[in-house]
């Protein structure tokens, strides 16, 4: 460092040569001082800028220098550079006329003289102090020790720059406007005579170190600096003046650009040290880089001198061999008997190549292990050549490719198993890239579709496409192609005969850990097979419901005639007891069997999809009602106790009354008939949000709980409800859940098991508007009081005819009766009926054409005509009224609603009406 390495001869001599330089210009402009110049104030700021930057350099520098050196000596000096440079800056802010007349600080006219003084003489004092202290033992000079002296510093500075300013008249003056009195004189040659104290105390202590010598010539420069601007000159704007600036700003540039000298030498050996050492630490790093490198490579370093014909190996490659370090004999014999005999000729035709083509040498063989283990090396080679073109050395590495060796024997394997696994499964199988260019088939594909894989390569399978179908398969496999994900369709594919055959198509993406597609596997399966049972399963099951139907439409054809002499034999008066006894037994079962025959035609009208809801705005309350009022006959009978819970409020909601009093009939009778007698049975329901919540509970006979999922499947039936033979048919529930979802509701069971009674809840939605005022219940019309009429019935079932002949005369009316469609349109026009009962399938003619035939007579134009018939569907009903028939009505009839009817036909002479007594769609054959 400089304030340590001693000053050699050729840097005494520079500063000699400086120190006379400076004589020699100070000599020349001693005379001249005080010859007037013109007035320059801005010269002040530029000069003492360049000083105060200069000194502000200088002290950071040697700010610097005490971390290596850790010298108080240099903090002194340090801090004078620092005192310096701030007394420069507060003695061009007090210049006058610099930036304001009197200057910045607004002193005395001798406020800048004493700056200078202060200045002049409190910097040499710095240096006196650090040729004191440099022969002291050095200490450590921590940050806070270096805060601490600049903030003294700082101190000091502010205390002289007050006394000059604000205690300027404290002072005796020193100035004349802008001369020197002659009564400062005292005053100005005391930092004269510090500046030459500093330089004898800098000179006198010995050894000189290149610092030292330079502050030396320093002092000298403040020396002539302070003879040329304060003894010599007469005050300001003189030679003297200006020449004293220059000296001031040769002082202050001398030690700093030593110093950047010195720290510019000293960075560029730290530089070059730093890179030598660099250098080797990267050598080392890169030979234990190397060195792992080649261990996690399974690699090792091998060169054969093919002068001296001998081979050395890495440490690495001996490890590869399983040889201990320095075993391997050094020769390409040795290690020619480590590879594989049947390689050895590869391995050594491989090198002769190299060397004879002047290119690479690569060879993969197998070498025996220390363990006696044959594994799997990949050598790799260059040849170096002399100037004259001849082989000298064989650089080269080798690398243990056991593991991917093994690993491409297990993948070949994997590969032989799977394409013997794709040939043989049912499925057609192939693969793609994740572009969808499909690169394999399984075997079963061109089996199927009769192609070749040059046939349908890439894009080539669009030729067994469909080409109606193609454009939908092409826009959701590209679909999948930009997003990544799952492909499934169904489409159909020609085969080899030329047939077209539906396929379940699936294709799953294979993905990398990014989540990037790297192959597409897809399968097409052929599901005609699947195809043609789920027809034959449609088909049964549209056969079923057919059967269903006709089977209600047939059994209600034999109803009707009992349930007519039923109702006949109830109007008969002074029956015996045991046949009204009888006569009740009839008319019950009867009753029941009707209903059956009509849950089963209404539950095949739900799966077929064809039931019609007439929905309008209902009170919930009124179809509870209605269906207690239905049941309460039953409910006496059994003996059964019964609660009804019904809130205040409206319940209203979106509904076929009929179909929802239905649902609850059908629930409240299921109540009755599994309760024993003397039970109890409650109805209720409840507003629960936007739901209308309604229950029919008992404690009855109860639902096992492996029954309770099931119970509202078709012909369901607990083995406990047969067991007391009160079970039906098994489909009053299933009937329940398909009119309860028709209307967006649900509907659960509940109990606790067998015994414990049972509860079902039937959850309907409430409309979202407000409720509106419940329609007033329309009583049934009765045919109380209305006249006798002239009833024709035309229906080929005698039995039937006959029976309800007998119930209309008993009630009043006169009636005729014909059994085919011709002799009804012959009674017609004879007997000029009020009302005819005309069935629809009879021989000779059907209803429809006997219907047309009577509408041509003169009196058939304003008859009301009515089907009476088994069938009772939609659409069945929609055929009638196509054909011209005013009434629909299924067997067996209502007579209560018969007689309704009756009542609202026209007296005798005003309109005959027609009921035609229907017994199949198809509108031929017989009943």
């Known amino acids: 460092m400089l304030s340590s390495l001693q000053a050699g001869t050729r840097a005494r001599k520079l500063a000699l040569a400086v120190v006379f330089a400076s004589i020699g210009a100070f000599g020349l402009l001693a005379p001249y001082a005080t010859v007037p110049l013109v007035q320059l104030p801005m010269f002040i700021p530029i000069i003492q800028t360049a000083m105060i930057a200069n000194d502000i350099m200088t002290a950071t520098l040697l700010i610097g220098q005490l971390r290596v050196t850790n010298s108080r000596a240099l903090l002194v000096l340090a801090c004078g550079y620092a005192f310096s440079a701030l007394m420069a800056l507060v003695h061009m802010l007090s210049f006058p006329g610099v930036f304001a007349p009197d200057g910045l600080l607004h002193a005395g006219p001798q406020t800048t003289a004493y700056l200078f003084l202060f200045w002049h003489g409190g910097f040499p004092v710095s240096l006196i102090a650090y040729a004191l202290l440099k022969e002291r033992p050095c200490a450590a000079a921590a940050p806070r ?44 040659f005391l930092p004269w005579l510090v500046v030459a104290a500093a330089a004898a105390v800098l000179w006198r202590r010995k050894p000189h170190s290149i610092l030292d010598l330079w502050l030396v010539v320093v002092t000298a420069a403040l020396f002539f600096e302070i003879g040329l601007a304060a003894i010599f000159n007469a005050g300001r704007y003189d030679i003297g003046f200006y020449a004293g600036r220059v000296y001031a700003l040769l002082a202050s540039t001398f030690v700093l650009i030593v110093l950047l000298t010195e720290q510019a030498k000293l960075y560029a050996g730290l530089i070059t040290a730093q890179e030598t050492a660099r250098s080797e630490s990267a050598l080392r790093e890169n030979q234990e880089v190397l060195s792992l490198a080649m261990q996690a490579g399974r690699m090792g370093a091998w060169s054969r001198d093919l002068v001296n014909d001998t081979v050395w190996w890495s440490r690495e490659l001996e490890e590869i ?32 190549q190299a060397l004879a083509q002047h290119q690479d040498y690569a060879v993969e063989f197998r070498f025996r292990h220390a363990c006696g283990e044959w594994r799997w090396m990949d050598g ?28 491409e024997e297990a993948a070949r394997d994997i590969e032989t198993r799977f394409r013997v696994m794709a040939d043989g ?9 994740p572009d969808g260019w499909i690169h394999w088939y399984n075997n079963r594909w061109y089996e199927y579709t009769g192609t070749t894989p040059q046939d349908m390569e890439g894009w080539g399978w669009q030729s067994v496409h469909d080409p109606q179908v193609l454009p939908a398969v092409m826009a959701q496999w590209q679909a999948a192609i930009s997003t990544g994900e799952q492909f499934e369709m169904v489409f159909p594919l020609r085969g080899a005969d030329g047939l077209f055959r539906p396929f379940l198509t699936r294709i799953s993406p294979l993905k990398d850990a990014d989540g990037a597609v790297i192959h597409w596997f897809g399968t097409n399966t052929d599901i005609t097979v699947q195809r043609q049972a789920e027809e034959a399963l449609r088909i049964a099951d549209r056969r079923k419901d057919e059967f269903l139907a006709t089977l209600a439409h047939e059994l209600r054809n034999p109803l009707a005639p009992i349930r007519t002499a039923v109702a006949v034999m109830s109007r008969a008066s002074g029956l015996p007891e045991r046949a009204a006894w009888a006569l009740q037994i009839m008319d019950r079962q009867s009753r029941h069997l009707t209903r059956l ?82 039970g109890t049975v409650s109805v209720g329901a409840v507003r629960e949000g936007d739901t209308a919540k309604a229950w029919v509970r008992d404690n009855g006979i109860g639902i096992a709980p492996q029954h309770v999922d099931g119970i509202f499947g078709m012909f369901s039936q607990v083995e406990a409800a047969i067991e007391r033979t009160q079970g039906g048919l098994g489909i009053g529930l299933a009937l329940v859940r398909g009119l309860v979802e028709l209307h967006g509701g649900t509907v659960q069971a509940r109990s606790f098991g067998v015994g414990k009674g049972s509860e079902f809840i039937v959850w309907l939605p409430l409309p979202q508007d407000a409720p509106s005022a419940a329609p007033p219940n329309s009583p049934m019309p009765t045919a109380n009081g209305f006249a006798p009429r002239r ?26 009766e014909a059994h085919d469609g011709v002799a009804g349109v012959h009674a017609a026009s004879d007997f000029s009926p009020d009302l005819v009962l005309l069935d629809i399938g009879m021989p000779r003619m059907n209803g429809y054409e006997a219907a047309c035939a009577i509408r041509k007579q003169p009196h058939g134009h304003p008859v009301c005509i009515v089907a009476l018939t088994g069938w009772g569907q939609d659409s069945d009903k929609a055929l009638s009224r196509g054909a011209g028939f005013d009434h629909h009505l299924t067997k067996p009839v209502d007579f209560q609603a018969l007689e309704a009817l009756l009542a609202g036909t026209p007296a005798p002479g005003n309109r005959p009406t027609i009921l035609i007594h229907a017994s199949s769609p198809e509108a031929n054959g017989t009943n």
């Open 145 to 188: 020790h270096v805060l601490r002296a600049m903030g003294l510093t700082f101190v000091v500075v502010a205390l002289l720059a007050v006394l000059a300013t604000a205690g300027s008249n404290l002072l005796p003056p020193i100035m004349d406007g802008n001369r020197f009195s002659s009564a400062s004189a005292v005053m100005r």
């Open 321 to 352: 061999f399983g040889l201990p370090a320095t075993a391997f004999a050094g020769n390409r014999q040795a290690y020619l008997e480590l590879v594989h005999p049947d390689d050895r000729a590869a391995v050594s035709d491989g090198v002769a």
């Open 380 to 407: 790799r080679g260059r040849p170096v050549y002399d100037d004259e073109g001849r082989a000298r050395m064989l650089f080269g590495i080798g690398i243990d490719i056991t593991a991917r060796k093994r690993g």
């Open 425 to 433: 499964m049912p499925q057609l199988a192939w693969m793609a890239r």
């Open 597 to 678: 025959v009509d849950d089963l035609l209404e539950v095949s009208r739900i799966t077929q999809g064809k039931v019609q809801l007439r929905r309008e705005r209902v009170s919930l309350q009124q179809a509870l009602r209605d269906a207690i009022d239905a049941v309460n006959p039953a409910l006496e009978a059994a003996g059964h106790a019964l609660i009804v819970a019904l809130p205040g409020e409206p319940l209203e909601v979106d509904a076929d009354l009929t179909r929802i009093t239905q649902v609850f009939l059908n629930l409240l009778n299921n109540a009755v008939k599994f309760t024993p007698r003397g």
């Open 791 to 816: 009833v024709l019935i035309v229906d080929d079932n005698v039995d039937a005819a006959a029976s309800l002949r007998a119930l209309l005369e008993m009630a009043g009316h006169e009636v005729r």
